[in-house]
């Protein structure tokens, strides 16, 4: 029993102050416990339509499209040393010619992996890595500028050590590399690299709630522009709600250094939620609001804002209607308010909303028929005048094969 004490606490311990590249999703401790999955294989294929392809409104581009991939995924979680593997190779085929510089080819990959291994019941390694070459903007991962800009490769990478001193106290220290690059010339003034480390103790008030003081140092390397430092110290307390449900907030500054312009310091906080009832509903959730170094270079001008308070929201669903039919649905909100410019430009704001919805029905154990849709607004206003407020909507049917 003590080492089930001693266990719990440890993969609490793994959720430490959040690192920039990582997947907001995790904000919130995990619900359950994870099962293991033998190697399955899946091929994709859909038709769709989009109505404004590079995301505009004064050169709006519609197609049809072709989409497909064929992935593998493989999962452990019973034995000392745990991993899980997904990947996914595919591409986007767009059915008319492009204008400008949209290509009418995308890629659309992805690959993840991680390592958990406990050398006893007291210490644990943990370590995550993931890769992506894709057009659209992950809304999660916390780095990804909220506009669709041509394709990105992003990476993230990340190590963690957590050691239980009691059955109540824990500590776990880390540290992660993230990435991302646009591949389009017109988006490279955003391209970033980050490295973090950060610092985590956790303290098991009750069976329910637990109390934590997190640190995380966060540099930011911009290819244009200004190079970032970040110190965030954040106090911390996670509950669980329910048995299959918990959730995660911490506050605190955010002391904030600016190559050629200095240190201020910002309030930042963030919460997450993660709720799963067996394999019919899941709901997650997370709420960021913290100074971000996200698309801080006006190409325009050659000058930078210093000052770029960001909220992020997303929340998801599942829920398994019948033994054959599932829903999907999503929404995602990125408000970002950009001042202290370097120069005389005006201080603007950005606004980008996008919601999804999806069905999956089941015709046998294997092939399933899908349906999605996603909806997106994106509201500019200051130096974004090349980048106007515009609305996309993309439809999508297809079919899904597992063996």
């Known amino acids: 029993m ?5 266990l719990s606490l440890l993969a609490s311990g793994l959720v430490g102050a959040h690192a920039y590249g990582q997947s907001l999703y995790t ?13 399955k294989w899946t091929f994709n294929v859909a038709g769709g339509y989009d109505d404004n392809v590079n995301a505009s409104n004064f050169n709006q581009q519609e197609s049809a499209f072709i989409s497909t991939d064929i992935g593998a995924s493989l999962a452990n979680y019973d034995a000392v040393t745990q991993y899980a593997f997904s990947a996914k190779l595919g591409g986007i085929f767009y059915l008319k010619d ?4 949209t290509n009418e080819s995308l890629s659309n990959s992805t690959l993840t992996a991680s390592l958990s291994h406990s050398f006893d019941q007291t210490l644990r390694y943990n370590g995550n890595f993931s ?6 903007p992950n809304y999660s991962n916390g780095i990804a500028n909220s506009r669709r800009d041509g394709d990105y490769i992003y990476v993230y990478v990340s190590s963690s050590l957590s050691k239980a001193w009691t059955t109540r106290w824990s500590t776990t220290v880390g540290a992660s590399y993230s990435m991302i690059d646009y591949q389009e010339d017109s988006a490279k003034t955003d391209n970033r690299q980050y490295v973090n480390l950060n610092f985590n103790n956790r303290y098991k008030w009750t069976e329910r709630l637990a109390l934590s003081i997190n640190w995380n140092g966060s540099y930011c390397d911009r290819e244009y522009g200004n190079d970032e430092f970040s110190n965030f ?3 911390g307390a996670e509950y669980a709600v329910a048995q299959n449900t918990s959730a995660t907030l911490r506050v605190g500054p955010q002391f904030k250094h600016v190559d050629n312009y200095g240190t201020k310091t910002y309030p930042s906080a963030e919460f997450g939620l993660n709720h799963r ?3 019919r509903f899941s709901l997650g959730m997370f709420v960021r609001y913290s100074n971000e170094a996200t698309n801080t270079y006006i190409p325009q001008t050659g000058a930078s804002y210093y000052s770029n308070e960001t909220w992020r929201v997303g929340l998801n669903s599942t829920m398994k209607v019948t033994h054959r ?7 995602n909100l990125i408000s970002s308010d950009y001042s202290r410019a370097s120069s005389s430009s005006t201080d603007t704001n950005t ?8 069905v999956k029905m089941m015709l046998t154990n294997a092939l399933a028929l899908t349906a999605q849709y996603s909806y997106t607004n994106g509201s500019y206003s200051g130096y974004n005048f090349p980048m106007p407020s515009y609305n996309r909507n993309v439809f999508s049917f297809g079919i899904n094969y597992i063996f």
């Open 277 to 279: 009832m067996s394999d």
């Open 325 to 331: 039919v599932s829903l999907n649905a999503g929404v």
């Open 131 to 136: 890769f992506a070459w894709q057009p659209e």
């Open 27 to 39: 904000l919130a401790g995990p619900v359950g416990l994870e099962e293991s999955l033998p190697l």
């Open 351 to 358: 606004l980008t909303f996008n919601a999804t919805a999806g």
């Open 2 to 6: 003590k080492s089930l004490f001693y």
């Open 98 to 101: 492009l204008e400008g510089d």
């Open 233 to 235: 110290v954040l106090a």
